[in-house]
C-alpha cells in the first residue's frame, strides 16, 4: 500500500476530482416557484443551511434568503465531485494498479468550486466516500484492477 496516513484526512489522502456539467431537471424562480426558464447559461444557485445541507430545489436566479442560510452560485452549472480512493478498507492506493471508476447515476449537484470541495482537516470515515450526490455509494462503483508491466 501507498499514501498510507495513520489518521486519513482529506488533506492527505489520493481523491479522483470530477468536474462536470449539472442541468437540473426542475427549475425554480428567486421566489422557489417551478418556472420553464432555465438561466440562459445553465448558471443556478442552491440554498445551504446551516447545517451544511441543501434546501431542494435549484434557481434560475438568485434567491433571497433569510436568516442563516447562504446562496452557493454554480457558475454555467459547472460542478465538483471529489471522490476519496479506498481500498480494503483503508484510505490507501495499492503500489502498481490503476482503479477504474464506474460513475452510472448523478442525483445532485456536487462542489460549486475547486475551494469548497474538501476541508484538509477534517477526517475519512467511510461515509466520506458514499457522496449524496450519486445513486450508489462510490466502492461499488469502483473497481481496482492489477497493472502488469511487460517487457
Do not use: C
Not at 460542478?79 to 492506493?93: A, F, H
Amino acid at each position: 500500500m501507498e499514501n498510507g496516513n495513520a489518521i486519513p484526512l482529506q488533506g492527505n489522502s489520493t481523491m479522483v476530482l470530477v468536474k462536470a456539467q449539472y442541468t437540473p431537471a426542475e427549475w425554480l424562480d428567486r421566489e422557489g416557484n417551478i418556472t420553464k426558464s432555465p438561466s440562459l447559461d445553465g448558471t443556478f444557485w442552491r440554498i445551504k443551511n446551516a447545517s451544511g445541507t441543501y434546501r431542494s430545489g435549484y434557481y434560475a436566479e438568485e434567491p433571497v434568503v433569510p436568516g442563516s442560510q447562504t446562496v452557493e452560485r454554480y457558475e454555467g452549472g459547472i460542478t465538483y465531485y471529489p471522490i476519496w480512493l479506498e481500498t480494503e478498507g483503508k484510505y490507501m492506493v495499492e503500489r502498481n494498479h490503476y482503479y477504474k471508476l464506474a460513475i452510472t447515476e448523478v442525483i445532485s449537484a456536487g462542489a460549486n468550486s475547486l475551494k469548497s470541495v474538501m476541508s484538509p482537516e477534517t477526517t475519512l470515515t467511510t461515509n466520506t466516500t458514499r457522496s449524496t450526490a450519486f445513486g450508489k455509494s462510490l466502492p461499488e462503483a469502483a473497481t481496482t484492477i492489477r497493472w502488469i508491466q511487460k517487457n
